[in-house]
């Protein structure tokens, strides 16, 4: 497990590092500050995205040592094996998966 989340962390930082070279690469080579803030909001939004699904994972390791990998947080039921296949870090069936999109989104 620690192998598993020090390589994710590793890949993160190297990443984060690229992409931060590349921002200053692009205010030298441009001198836009308007580009280089651009690719700062994407760089942060990718590394949170990432950030959340490490957490995801971290989240399902837990899961899987409490015996409860598969089992929808939500209802209980056992998620379907295609869908962990999919999503190996899902915590809730695709139709809780679903529901909770749909009120997020109002």
Same mark, same amino acid.
């Given at each position: =497990?620690?192998?598993? &989340?020090?390589? @994710?962390?590793?890949? +993160?930082?190297?990443? #984060? /590092?690229? %992409?931060?070279?590349?921002?200053?690469?692009?205010?030298?080579?441009?001198?836009?500050?308007?580009?280089?803030?651009?690719?700062?909001?994407?760089?942060?939004?990718?590394?949170?995205? =990432?950030?959340?699904? &490490?957490?995801? @994972?971290?989240?399902? +390791?837990?899961?899987? #040592? /409490?015996? %409860?990998?598969?089992?929808?947080?939500?209802?209980?039921?056992?998620?379907?094996?295609?869908?962990?296949?999919?999503?190996?870090?899902?915590?809730?069936?695709?139709?809780?998966?679903?529901?909770?999109?749909?009120?997020?989104?109002?």
């Amino acid at each position: =497990k620690s192998r598993v &989340l020090n390589d @994710i962390m590793e890949r +993160l930082r190297t990443e #984060a /590092r690229e %992409e931060y070279q590349g921002l200053v690469q692009t205010i030298r080579d441009e001198g836009d500050i308007a580009t280089a803030e651009l690719k700062e909001t994407t760089a942060l939004t990718l590394v949170k995205m =990432k950030v959340d699904e &490490l957490d995801a @994972i971290n989240d399902a +390791l837990g899961r899987m #040592a /409490r015996d %409860e990998f598969g089992r929808c947080e939500d209802c209980g039921k056992w998620t379907q094996m295609r869908r962990l296949k999919a999503v190996p870090q899902a915590s809730r069936c695709l139709e809780c998966q679903e529901r909770r999109e749909q009120v997020q989104k109002v």
